[in-house]
Each structure stands twice: as structure tokens, then as C-alpha cells.
């Protein structure tokens, strides 16, 4: 089946099989990836529109007690220097944005029990009583009561990110991880009536466009509502510190495709492309995304939050710069 026939089938809303993903995938020819990027940017239209969707990420705390092999946050790691933000920090983080005009904050930490339900609630209601934000928390795996105080508390999204939908490949990353657990808190998540987030990590060692198939799949079989795919990118100090990182292209691949499977979602260009190329991020914007994150955490703990190395500085200029680089681009229509 050629390249053109399942860019056509999405276009009269045809469900795509794995094989159709798996070969769009694989695609290696400039001329069909330009058609593929250029299929999902119409589907983007389609379903969101002309818009991208700015957000401020806080990254309050660095401490985490997983393992996981490709993050620099793991607690393995005693070469980090660990910190976390007071309420008053936080809350002077989202004033800031709010000011900037930026209506969701994303509150994201690594898996740190020092914030307890009751200091993760006081910080959403503050937030919601003072500022009116939506919230998007990222804290990891919590309990079901906690998501559901969470929830009752104010906040509006959850990202828990799958990261593989491939056990195999899940537990190879994730050592002290539970892959069926993950899995079922994504579904607690939307019983909750969260805006769920998930995603994937392009390139992990191992790593085959069926696995990368496997994720789409995932992410429309469990209906999720944002996600975020971004290359693996190399963390000091972590087992996987010396592979080499997930390619930019493979990454666009993987946004164009997910755009076309998943349809009407939040697919943001992440930092992690952002890290890899400055092109890339811009082509990502023509390719299926319609959603940016600006790092909002404060200078002096940002180059601690490394949960991969030399991460870029995605802040308001570089979103603005990035977007009407994107918009100004006008791709040549290649007929396949
Ligand atoms: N490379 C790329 N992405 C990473 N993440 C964590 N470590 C890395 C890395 N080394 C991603 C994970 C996590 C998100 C916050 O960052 O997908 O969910």
C-alpha cells in the first residue's frame, strides 16, 4: 500500500491499521514525509484550528524516588543538586504568567512525597482562588483518592505519560516501574473527568517503529486528550548517559502520524525537540502540533531540573520566534 493511498484514507476519515501507521513510519523519502507533515498540518487545522496554545510549566521539585534509566532525576543520581520550591514561589511563578496572559499552569515535579495531598491541594486552591488558572499537575503516580482530591480541589488536566506501550520495552526503561499500574491509572484519570496527558519517548534503545505504533495505538485506545512525544536525549549521570539521542526525524514522524490517528487532541512540540534542533521545533509547528510550554521555573533552579542534559530554554520569545518562523514557511505542496 503506497504512502499516498493511506494519506488519502485519512482524509475521508478512514481508520488507519497498525500496518498503515507502521509504514507511514517508516517513511524515508523527502518527498513523502513532505506530504505526510503536510496531510497533518491540514488535519490540525481541521480539528483545532489556527491556534497554538501557550502554557507555563513549573518544575517545583527535583526530588524523585523512581529509578528510571533515561532521567537524570533518578534518585540514584547524587550528583544533582536536589531543591524544592516553597507555595510562595510557586505562586509567584503563576502571577507571572497569569500577567503574561497564559490561562494553564502545569505544576511538575519528579515523583516527590514531600509534597503531601494536603500541600498539592492548598497549592491548587491558592492558585485557583487567586489567579483562576486552569492547573495541569505532572507529579507521577499518585493514589486514587489522591488524583480525586486533585480533582475536587480544582484541578483541570493530569499528564502521566505511558512512555512505551510496549511492556517489554517499558520495563527495560523503567526498572522499578509496573506497566499494568500505569495503565490503570491512566483510566482512573479519565473516570476522574481529567483532561488526561500522555506520551512517549522517541528512540529509547531498542525502540521499532512497530513499538512507536504500538504508542499511537495507545494513546487512541485509551482516549487520551494530550500528548506529548519527544526525543530520548542522553541525562549525565544516568545508566543511558552515553546512547545516542532519538533523531528529529523520527520524532516529526511520530507528531504527523499521532495528529492523524488521534485528530482532535493537544499535541505540544516539546522541549526535548526543542534541545535536539531549533528547526525541528519550527517544523514540528507544520507538522501536527498546536501546543508550546514555556519553562517557567524560576533561573535559579532550572539548570537543576535536568531530567535530560544541555535542556533548551523554550520561553516566550523562542515560542514567538519559533511561531512566526512556522507560519512564515511555506511549504512547497510535493505531489507524491
Ligand atoms: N530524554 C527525553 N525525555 C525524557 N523524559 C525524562 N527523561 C528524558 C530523557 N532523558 C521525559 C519523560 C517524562 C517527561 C517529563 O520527560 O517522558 O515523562
Not at 53 to 67: H, P, V, W
Not at 160 to 169: C, V
Request: a neutral charge.
Amino acid at each position: 500500500e503506497s504512502v499516498l493511498s493511506i494519506l488519502e484514507k485519512v482524509a475521508v476519515d478512514e481508520v488507519l491499521s497498525k500496518e498503515e501507521i507502521i509504514t507511514l513510519l517508516s517513511i524515508e523519502s523527502e518527498e513523502e514525509k513532505a506530504a505526510l507533515f503536510k496531510a497533518a498540518d491540514l488535519m490540525r487545522e481541521e480539528c483545532v484550528g489556527p491556534k497554538v496554545d501557550i502554557r507555563g510549566a513549573i518544575e517545583f521539585s527535583n526530588y524523585c524516588i523512581r529509578s528510571c534509566n533515561y532521567c537524570g532525576l533518578r534518585k540514584e543520581n547524587r550528583k544533582l543538586h536536589r531543591y524544592r520550591m516553597t507555595i510562595d514561589e510557586i505562586l509567584a511563578v503563576a502571577y507571572r504568567m497569569k500577567e503574561m496572559g497564559i490561562k494553564t499552569v502545569i505544576l511538575q515535579s519528579g515523583e516527590d512525597p514531600f509534597y503531601t495531598v494536603e500541600l498539592i491541594e492548598e497549592i491548587i486552591k491558592t492558585i485557583k482562588a487567586e489567579l483562576g488558572m486552569r492547573i495541569t499537575l505532572s507529579l507521577g503516580e499518585r493514589s486514587y483518592e489522591e488524583y480525586r482530591r486533585f480533582k475536587e480541589a480544582g484541578a483541570n488536566n493530569y499528564l502521566l505519560k505511558i512512555e512505551a506501550a510496549n511492556q517489554k520495552l517499558f520495563y527495560k526503561a523503567h526498572p522499578d516501574g509496573d506497566w499494568e499500574k500505569r495503565a490503570k491509572h491512566t483510566r482512573w484519570l479519565k473516570e476522574l473527568g481529567y483532561i488526561v496527558g500522555s506520551g512517549n519517548i522517541i528512540g529509547l534503545p531498542g525502540q521499532t517503529v512497530e513499538d512507536i505504533a504500538e504508542d499511537i495505538l495507545f494513546f487512541k485506545k485509551y482516549g487520551i486528550h494530550m500528548i506529548g512525544i519527544g526525543p530520548f536525549i542522553p541525562a549525565a549521570n544516568s545508566p543511558w548517559a552515553n546512547l545516542n539521542p532519538g533523531t528529529v526525524d523520527m520524532t516529526l514522524k511520530t507528531l504527523a502520524v499521532t495528529r492523524l490517528v488521534c485528530q482532535n487532541v493537544y499535541i505540544p512540540a516539546t522541549t526535548a525537540l526543542a534541545t535536539l534542533s531549533k528547526e525541528g521545533f519550527i517544523k514540528a509547528l507544520r507538522a501536527g502540533t498546536n501546543t508550546i510550554m514555556l519553562i517557567m521555573t524560576p533561573p535559579i533552579y532550572r539548570e537543576k531540573y535536568q531530567i535530560y542534559s544541555n535542556k533548551n530554554m523554550v520561553n516566550l520569545d523562542f515560542a514567538v520566534e519559533c511561531i512566526e518562523k512556522a507560519q512564515r514557511e511555506l511549504p512547497s505542496y510535493i505531489k507524491v
